[in-house]
């Protein structure tokens, strides 16, 4: 009796209501520049205060990795020679001596550091950019939903924090990576800033460069965090085919367009061929040599 009462009550009404073309709308709030400093202070609040265990966690753990990864090869690897005589007479310049065949040991022996050095890394930022993006995202949702802010406010207070981590993240892979190993002796035991300063933009681009995609497939997968850390395992390891430590695609039989292709798409082969640069490139040889 109760429901046919009130459809006779709402019956005669249906006439009167109007068709919202647009739907029923919804308010969001629009940016404004002090919610963007207020919003910058919680995320920093959060990122280096409330969270500061997750934070000093990753310094801890990258120090331990790639101390033991340089525990495995020669410690000697960096003392390879790439300089060679341009008046020597190819003739008469033996490839199969000792020497030569030392200095392609220690090249490939550092090539080899410098593989599982990019892959490690790269799997640990892009998983850790994926976990610790996912519980900003709840919170970004329902305050977001209840107008605290507005999307622009949110994406450029997380993006600048998250600018400022990776930084000082980078700076301290980037150290602990070149002390590691015996980078002083290619500059005579002297630190040479500018193969130093190299060395550090390549390692930054790669890290910022996983930071994305890390919180890429964090939006993607939502509410699907372990998918996420998967899906991030497996793009890295995707990426190897395309940085040339593994094969050197213009040596390749077959599929060598769409393997340089790829690469140059992706530009994941600049960051091994930058630091392969920094190495055995920059500073290096005379110009008679």
């Known amino acids: 009796s109760t429901l046919l009462e009130q459809h006779c009550q709402l019956d005669p009404l249906v006439d009167n209501l109007k068709f919202l073309e647009n739907g029923i709308r919804q308010g969001r709030k629009k940016f404004s520049f002090s919610d963007l400093m207020i919003q910058l202070y919680r995320t920093i609040k959060i990122a280096f205060v409330a969270e500061y265990r997750n934070f000093l966690m990753q310094f801890a753990f990258f120090f331990i990795l790639i101390t033991m990864l340089s525990m495995f090869y020669e410690t000697k690897m960096t003392h390879a020679n790439p300089c060679y005589s341009l008046e020597s007479d190819e003739n008469s310049f033996n490839l199969t001596c000792r020497e030569k065949l030392y200095d392609e040991a220690l090249t490939d022996d550092y090539r080899m550091h410098q593989m599982f050095e990019f892959l490690l890394t790269s799997v640990s930022i892009i998983g850790m950019s994926s976990l610790f993006f996912h519980p900003l995202l709840k919170v970004f949702r329902n305050e977001h939903r209840n107008q605290w802010y507005s999307l622009g406010t949110f994406y450029w207070a ?132």
């Not at 500059?187 to 890429?216: A, K, M, P, T, V």
């Not at 793009?235 to 340089?260: D, E, H, S």
Request: glycine share 4%; aromatic share 18%.
């Open 158 to 289: 997380f993006m600048i924090v998250r600018f400022i981590e990776i930084n000082l993240l980078t700076c301290f892979i980037e150290m602990v990576s070149y002390f590691s190993i015996d980078h002083l002796y290619v500059d005579n035991n002297s630190l040479n800033w500018y193969r130093f300063g190299n060395y550090l933009y390549f390692f930054w681009i790669n890290n910022c460069y996983q930071q994305s995609i890390g919180q890429l497939l964090c939006l993607i997968f939502l509410d699907r965090i372990e998918v996420s850390i998967v899906s991030s395992y497996i793009v890295v390891i995707c990426q190897q085919f395309f940085t040339g430590y593994l094969f050197n695609p213009y040596k390749m039989k077959a599929f060598t367009r769409i393997i340089l292709r790829i690469s140059e798409v992706l530009s994941i082969k600049t960051i091994p061929n930058g630091l392969m640069y920094t190495m055995y490139g920059l500073d290096r040889c005379e110009d008679e040599t």
